[in-house]
Nanobody, 125 residues
Framework: QVQLVESGGGLVQPGGSLRLSCTVS????????VGWFRQAPGKEREGISC????????YYTGSVKGRFTISRDNAENTVYLQMNSLKPEDTAIYYC??????????????????WGPGTQVTVSS
């Protein structure tokens, strides 16, 4: 059974940094993609970044490009989201999602079948 667990959320001041982790398990394929999403109170879920384990390709939406970076640790089956220069508008619950057998990643939620429970990120002084 495919499972995902996020960690690394918390409270940080504006301009600060956090690193989120997404550990995936329950499958052995090298072809999988991971998407990062967030949902702020009263707002729709927003896809912000994604990664393909097939070729290491990444994608970032305009709201996070230049501030957030995806990386991976294959040995730990973990994908990280390094978040720098955080702003109050980055406050949200952050989710990772995975789809096995795909080679191209997406920031569209319907693309993914498996989701983690989410981790809260709060940016406030």
């Amino acid at each position: 059974q495919v499972q995902l667990v996020e960690s690394g959320g918390g409270l940080v001041q504006p301009g600060g940094s956090l690193r989120l982790s997404c550990t995936v398990s329950g499958f052995t394929s090298n072809y999988y993609t991971v998407g990062w999403f967030r949902q702020a109170p009263g707002k729709e879920r927003e896809g912000i970044s994604c990664f393909s384990n097939f070729d290491g390709s990444t994608y970032y939406t305009g709201s996070v490009k230049g501030r957030f970076t995806i990386s991976r640790d294959n040995a730990e089956n973990t994908v990280y989201l390094q978040m720098n220069s955080l702003k109050p508008e980055d406050t949200a619950i952050y989710y990772c999602a995975t789809e096995v057998g795909r080679t191209v990643c997406s920031v569209v939620g319907d693309y993914y079948d498996y989701w983690g429970p989410g981790t809260q990120v709060t940016v406030s002084s």
